[in-house]
């Protein structure tokens, strides 16, 4: 199959950056991005510029209206209005390449796996460009860049952590729904399943994690955790999450490399593939050292924050 209908790498590369450079999360991602008949995901990109023109408009305007005189201001609004359109621009470009990976896939000339690949490629974009839109709302409405600390403040009532969060987990749950599905059809060798269920777990992982911050943001906003401790303990969701995700991607290498090894001795794969899985191991079991390091940290900030001699300071 030719590649014409895709876009041009480095249009994209450059796109991504440019989004993700903006994006300070730490995990990705609620719920499955679920599309109804595949027709009606594709939004006319007109109607999407046209909203983020929108905003562009007004957004001088509104700053006035607030009464905000700083250039800093500005400048931030400026910046959130060419991370918006950037992501506009993106979705329209992806929607407009899954319309035509459907069209392909209905006459049967693509397979499942890219038409899934296409779908993922297009949830993420319309994840990304709702991110960048709650950003410029609340830039607008504060002033100042947007804040994803676990503990910070409502912004004029709204609370922009956890709509980001919702949002972030999307691409992620529709991932796993698809490897969900994928794994139930695969009918490759050991060492194929091993690793779409080692993907699986990690997803159902990072998800679970994105979940527990939304958790404990909502408890900090009804006062039961403070400031610190809601950081901290956001800190170590994901550093827990980190490192089973290392432990579960160590155990799968170890296998991996039981398999390497048998066939070196078997003289079916040379010495530099054995060498080249020896590091791999090496570097897994080196990271999980760094994973419970870290983890051993953020306790021992936890316990000093939780300790009366410390509430009294």
Known sequence: MTTSHLPDPEFVRALEWEICSAQRRQVSLDGRCVP???R???IKGSVVVGLVSMFLGGAATYAVTRGWNSANAELLIAKAEIFCELAAVKLQHVQERAQHIGVLFDEGLVNRSEMEGVEL???HAESDSRIQMLNLEEVQLSGKSPNDSLGVSLVAGRDFVSERLELERIPMGERLAQLQDRSKRVVGPDSEREA???EIDALALQLRAVDERIALRREFLIGRLSQL???LRGMRVVANVQRQVIARQLENTKKQYQRVEELHSRGVI???ELSTNEVH?????LMLRVADLELQMIDEKLAISLSPEDSRR
Not at 281 to 285: G, I, Q, T, V
């Open 270 to 272: 040379p010495e530099s």
């Open 40 to 42: 009606g995901l594709f």
């Open 121 to 123: 490629d297009l949830c």
């Open 196 to 198: 779409m269920q080692c």
């Open 281 to 285: 191991l090496h570097s897994l079991e």
């Open 229 to 231: 401790e809601v950081e």
């Open 36 to 38: 109804g008949p595949r």
